[in-house]
């Protein structure tokens, strides 16, 4: 694995994780998804506002080059332990990125006390969530730009408390 640092987003991430995202979606979700969808999801032309935006309100945790280089992914949690985002560069695919911010998070939910995580998880993102203990509680389908996207949406119980994690 890279040597990363997981730290906070920093204003000024923005279009970084932009293409992270973008990269993400056409390079690693193409797998199990068509084209159409997978401009529905993450079209090249964007609001670039309204993506600062989001990004300002969820405070993704993000995975960097420990040299200061390249992001090589970012994901968050939320208050209710909702994972809102989670996206791995495919530069940096299989190379343990995942793992790590998955580490981070189950750190982080324990430290504030948040006893369930959830995520809405693509099909590509599937086999690696349930790997991390993540059940599917429903399978879904929702609308991006017109477009029907499936995916999973995914729980996973903590143990707070108890010094680790489940």
């Known amino acids: 694995m890279p040597s990363l640092l997981i730290r906070h987003f920093r204003t000024g991430d923005e279009t970084a994780l932009r ?3 973008h990269a993400s979606v056409h390079g690693l979700a193409c797998k199990h998804y068509c ?3 997978l401009v529905a999801w993450a079209p090249l032309e964007h609001d670039a506002a309204q993506w600062a935006q989001r990004m300002q309100a969820d405070q993704p945790f993000v995975a960097q080059a420990s040299d200061g280089g390249a992001i090589a992914g970012f994901a968050d949690l939320q208050a209710d332990g909702t994972i809102d985002m989670f996206f791995v560069a495919p530069a940096f695919a299989g190379q343990g990125v995942a793992r790590a911010l998955m580490a ?3 750190a982080q939910a ?3 006390g948040i006893n369930r995580l959830h995520a809405h998880v693509s099909l590509t993102a599937e086999p690696f ?11 879904q389908q929702v609308e991006r730009a017109g477009v029907v996207l499936h995916n999973a949406r995914m729980d996973k119980a903590l143990v707070v408390g108890m010094g680790g994690h489940s």
């Open 110 to 112: 324990v430290e504030r």
């Open 35 to 37: 084209a159409e969808q």
């Open 129 to 139: 969530f349930a790997a991390q203990g993540f059940v599917v509680q429903a399978r």
């Open 104 to 106: 981070h998070i189950h």
């Open 19 to 21: 293409a992270v995202f």
